[in-house]
Structure formats: structure tokens, C-alpha cells
């Protein structure tokens, strides 16, 4: 059997909508920001429970527009050290300095004790990552410490399409969320993304800084530094279509997900991450952790070459603060040299995510599970 590292199922209802839609953006002359991004905005904004919705042309500029749009410039901005490094990228291109908290291992998401002892006088915003599309019970804790010390919290949701901490969709959780429509990710639009807020100024300052700082569209004035980091009708189109299937892709990432949570049981050798009851994970990742003396490049290598599987990457394997770009641009970082993220350095180390995406069988799913028992 060969399991990929990823699979993503358009069927051929799904590919005729989608040849329509574009078929229809080509006759229409408008290519950019037309009536598919404002579709696609609407059922993204219904789908999260936000007022607003502003499509982009990635994950990474949604990050960073609201944090141009809240302006970090001279400020530091709270960022979990296991994370992607655009959300860390994006505080820096804002012209913010990034500090880095430890993560806790039992949801691989930031510390709010950690980030209780970091913030500063100057720190204006923190960013939550809700790592493989798991929400940290501790949001409340977060959200107070935001609240006390007057910080914006931003959810890093590029994982975390559809999930959800007591009925509250992740991007509904804080002042903004931003989305990824990368191809690894739950939805897809080939390259995208989406700020959800329910903040009308944030969502403004966002229509404008992503055209060029152009308060209207129709005109040549230009009244803040923008960039182009507008969406494409094309692109919109595929988001329109991934809405329309969300139930479906996210019923059977669970399914997915609750036939590996049965199968691993007793399965020695290693632990899957437990989600709490009033979380429900989007299942971006299936991450567990392996016992010490496991090795997990080789049970990746063995798991390749002797049964045709490929896991998917790590949420993360490095975290950003050991990033040498910090050490070229030291003032970038507002961490001292001797922080230490013990609990960050075990999650990078020790956990594996195991392949899952819609229309993976219960005889693949058992192939993986036997492989994985006996490579272990
Ligand atoms: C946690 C996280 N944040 C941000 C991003 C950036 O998204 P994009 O690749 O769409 O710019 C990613 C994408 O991989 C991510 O995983």
C-alpha cells in the first residue's frame, strides 16, 4: 500500500463547479476582488460567527495586515516559540519585535504562565496558535491576561479552519483571526487567506492596506503604505467551493481521527494528544508523542521505505527562536540569549503526526496503525 503525505479530494462535481465558476470569472473581465471574494468573504465571515471577513492572498499577509492595521511599529508582540515562522515573520515586517513564550505539551499551544512572566511595557498584541487545529483550554486564562494588561490577542487559525472551544469558532476568539488556504491546509484555495474580526476599523484599516493602502478601490489616493496582497476571483472561486464542503471535509477528518483514537489504543511505544471534551480540533494534524527511546527519524524513514507511508511534517520540529535568522537580525528579538522553552523543546522533539485527510480508508488507516505497531 502507498500512503501519501497528503491527499486532496476534489471530486468531479466539485471540479465542474469549479471549471463553471472560472469559465465565468474569464467572461466577466474581472479578475481580482470581484463577486467570488465577496462570496467567499460572506460564507467565511457566516462560517466563523464574525461580522467581517477580508480575503488575501495568503496566511501570511493576514497576519500581517492586522498587525499593521492595530500598528506594532516600536511595540513587541508575544508569539509561541513552536509555531510556523510567518507568525513570527509577520510581526517582524510589521516593524515589531517578536518575544517568544514556551508552549505546554499537552496542547502544544502557548503557556499563559509563560506568557504572564514576558509580556512588556512595550508589547501591544499576542498571538495564539491553535497548533494542528487544537484550541488551548487555557484561552480564558489568555483572554483575561489580554484584557488585564490591555493587549490585542490575535489567533494564528492558519491550522484551525472549523474548530471549535465550547460552540466558539476559532477565529471568532479574539480582536482577529487569520486563516491560511495553503494546499497542506483543511480548506484550500491553492495560495489564500482570510482575517476574520468583528472589529469594523480593524476590518476597514484590512480592505485598505491589502490594495495598496488605497482607501477606495476606484481611486488613485493612496492614505497608508499598503502592499498588493489582494485575492484572486480565481482562487475565490475554489475558496467558494471548499466552503460549500466544509461539513463534509471536517466530518471526515474526525472520522479519521476517532478511528486512529480506537485503533492506537494499547499500541505501545506511544501517546496520542488528548483533546478535551468541549474542544472540537479541526484535525489539521494527528499528533502523538513517542515514548523516550524512540527515535522518530528513523521510525519515519522505516515507516517510508519499508510500508510505502509518508507522515506528514511536524507541528514544529524547530522552534523559531533557535531560527539563525535571529541571530543575523538580532534586534528583531526581544528574548535574552539563556530563555529557556523546555516544554517546547520536548514537543519539537518528540511528536509525530500521522496521515490524515478525507477519503482515507479504514483499511489504510489499519495498514498505518498495524506498520506503525510493529515499526515501533
Ligand atoms: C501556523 C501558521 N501560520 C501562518 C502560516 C502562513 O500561511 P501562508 O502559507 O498561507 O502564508 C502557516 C502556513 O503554513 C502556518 O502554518
Given amino acids: 500500500m502507498n500512503i501519501p ?7 468531479d462535481s466539485d471540479i465542474q463547479f469549479i471549471t463553471d465558476g472560472i469559465q465565468d470569472v474569464l467572461k466577466s473581465g474581472q479578475l481580482a476582488i470581484g463577486k467570488n471574494v465577496a462570496e467567499f468573504e460572506q460564507k467565511f465571515a457566516d462560517f466563523v460567527g464574525t461580522e467581517y471577513a477580508v480575503g488575501v492572498n495568503s496566511g501570511t499577509s493576514s497576519l500581517e495586515i492586522f498587525l499593521r492595521s492595530i500598528d506594532v511599529k516600536v511595540s513587541s508582540v508575544v508569539v509561541p516559540t513552536n509555531t510556523f515562522m510567518a507568525t513570527a515573520t509577520a510581526v517582524v515586517h510589521a516593524g515589531g519585535k517578536v518575544i517568544f513564550t514556551d508552549v505546554m505539551r499537552e496542547n502544544l499551544c502557548m503557556s ?16 495564539l496558535v491553535h497548533i494542528g487545529g487544537i484550541i488551548t483550554p487555557h484561552l480564558k486564562a489568555i483572554q483575561d491576561i489580554c484584557e488585564d494588561k490591555d493587549l490585542y490577542l490575535l489567533e494564528d487559525a492558519a491550522h484551525a479552519h472549523g474548530s471549535s472551544i465550547e460552540g466558539k469558532m476559532a477565529g ?5 483571526g487569520s486563516f491560511s488556504f495553503y494546499p497542506t491546509k483543511v480548506m484550500t484555495c ?45 482562487h475565490a472561486v475554489v475558496g467558494i467551493q471548499q466552503m460549500d464542503s466544509a461539513d463534509w471535509i471536517l466530518g471526515e477528518r474526525r472520522r479519521v481521527a476517532k478511528a486512529y483514537d480506537e485503533k492506537l489504543k494499547g499500541l505501545s511505544g506511544l501517546s496520542p494528544v488528548e483533546i478535551p471534551s468541549n474542544i472540537k480540533s479541526s484535525y489539521y494534524k494527528y499528533i502523538a508523542y513517542l515514548d523516550d527511546e524512540m527515535n522518530r527519524d528513523e521510525i519515519k524513514t522505516r515507516l517510508q521505505d519499508e510500508y510505502g507511508i509518508t507522515l506528514t511534517g511536524e507541528v514544529y520540529s524547530d522552534p523559531c527562536h533557535t531560527q539563525s535568522v535571529f541571530t543575523k537580525y538580532p534586534d528583531t528579538m526581544v528574548n535574552k540569549p539563556d530563555d529557556k522553552f523546555p516544554e517546547a523543546d520536548y514537543v519539537c522533539e518528540k511528536h509525530i503526526c500521522l496521515p490524515l485527510y478525507p477519503g482515507l480508508t479504514d483499511d489504510e488507516i489499519d495498514y498505518v496503525v498495524e506498520s506503525l505497531g510493529e515499526v515501533l
Avoid: C
Wanted: aromatic share 8%; charged share 30%; hydrophobic share 30%.
Fill in 5 to 11: 503525505i497528503l491527499r486532496i479530494p476534489f471530486t
Fill in 112 to 127: 499563559p504562565d509563560d506568557l504572564q512572566d514576558k509580556i512588556q511595557n512595550d508589547t501591544k498584541a499576542v498571538i
Fill in 172 to 176: 471568532s476568539l479574539g480582536d482577529a
Fill in 190 to 234: 491553492g495560495e489564500g487567506g482570510m482575517l476574520t474580526t468583528n472589529d469594523e476599523s480593524v476590518y476597514k484599516k484590512a480592505l485598505m492596506l491589502r490594495d495598496h493602502g488605497k482607501p477606495d478601490h476606484r481611486y488613485n489616493q493612496h492614505t497608508e503604505f499598503g502592499y498588493n496582497w489582494r485575492l484572486s476571483e480565481i
